[in-house]
């Protein structure tokens, strides 16, 4: 994706990589998408997304056997390349509201619950990947250069200024919660270049992820800190350490929110456990995400998407760390994509069988009922 992007990179070799990668990414989750539940797949906002992964991979495809060595076509698969990124636009939202209907409709059971979590985790993967190619193409050859970002190659900042993206992810949460609840806390960062001391902590990264990712744990670290603490009506403020090592870029956020118990944790990341009202899908412009209580899971997405992690830590009744892993080196910080193949292919159709550790129970087993055979 740098490549694609450097100094000596063209038009043309964007164009030729392009027209054949997106059909095998957008394919292979389309392979994905039919393995669905009949029943979510009937689902109103999953056909509209179905169909609108359908048109994609065709307008794709007219442009299999067209030149490199014509002008015209490669402007015109720009064009078709800003057209498809638009028309995606809502793709979380809408098959998010497609797995509300299925749910109002049909209830959750687990096997269904463990095949969507294994889907949609897969599925917005691959969007982000998808989007990712879309972005760059569409950025550096769509004619408009960010004035803002001169040094940017497409989405990518060299040089990701860590520390001002995460001021600027709390600065906007901030302004969420001194809205809703008239006050906020504060924030203490603290940082260490362990790698080059001395110096700001830069990584070759994509900082729109980065903000995404702390903004999203902001919203939540703020909400916490201000419900758990609202009778004393004293907000403890929010610690965020960086630290640049060898191999890591790592921040841990902790709050003073009064945390979750155990149990509670995985629950966090699953899209089929979200507590948030129904909402409504308008357009675009509206708060991304909102409502539909996947923030946490699409974060740990955009941490994994390079090879990176975001991990919850809590303690319940005190607070709650949240940890973001970035590789260090760009030349680990390579995309993490699924692949349609017999694996996942087994993933869906497989019986999932009981699980093989059990909490003994606390009444004796009668053994006369059991035969030996």
């Known amino acids: 994706i740098l490549v694609l992007g450097s100094e000596n990179a063209c038009e043309k070799t964007s164009f030729m990589f392009l027209r054949q990668e997106l059909p095998v990414r957008l394919a292979n989750i389309m392979k994905e998408i039919s393995l669905l539940p009949d029943n979510l797949l009937r689902t109103p906002s999953v056909q509209l997304v179905q169909s609108w992964y ?60 463990q095949n969507v979590q294994y889907f949609l985790d897969r599925f917005y993967m691959s969007r982000i990947s998808i989007r990712m190619l879309l ?32 001021r600027d992810g709390y600065e906007s949460a901030k302004r969420l919660c001194d809205l809703y609840y008239m006050s906020s806390p504060e924030l203490i960062l603290e940082e260490l270049n362990a790698k080059s001391p001395g110096q700001p902590m830069q990584v070759v990264y994509v900082p729109s992820h980065l903000y995404h990712m702390v903004f999203e744990l902001f919203k939540n670290a703020m909400r916490a800190t201000m419900e758990h603490n609202a009778d004393r009506c004293i907000y403890p403020p929010i610690h965020v350490h960086v630290t640049l090592g060898n191999e890591d870029l790592t921040v841990k956020m902790s709050d003073r929110g009064g945390g979750v118990p155990m149990r509670k944790i995985d629950r966090l990341f699953n899209y089929m456990y979200s507590t948030a009202p129904r909402p409504r899908v308008e357009t675009s412009r509206a708060t991304p995400l909102a409502g539909f209580g996947y923030g946490l899971p699409i974060s740990r997405l955009y941490a994994q998407y390079f090879q990176g992690d975001l991990k919850l830590y809590s303690l319940e009744g005190y607070g709650t760390d949240a940890v973001i892993y970035i590789k260090a080196l760009s030349t680990e910080s390579i995309e993490r994509l699924p692949v349609y193949n017999k694996a996942a292919w087994k993933h869906y159709k497989a019986n999932h069988e009981a699980d093989d550790w059990c909490v003994p129970s606390s009444e004796p087993k009668d053994m006369t009922t059991f035969r030996s055979t």
């Open 54 to 113: 359908v048109q994609s991979l065709q307008e794709i495809l007219d442009f299999k056997d067209k030149s490199s060595e014509d002008s015209g076509a490669i402007h015109s698969f720009t064009d078709i390349v800003i057209k498809i990124r638009n028309r995606h636009n809502d793709v979380i939202p809408t098959m998010a509201q497609g797995v509300i209907e299925y749910k109002e409709s049909f209830g959750i059971d687990p096997v269904t619950s």
């Open 135 to 166: 972005n760059q193409h569409s950025l550096l050859f769509g004619g408009k250069i960010n004035p803002a970002h001169p040094k940017h190659i497409g989405s990518i900042d060299p040089s990701c200024n860590v520390v001002e993206v995460i």
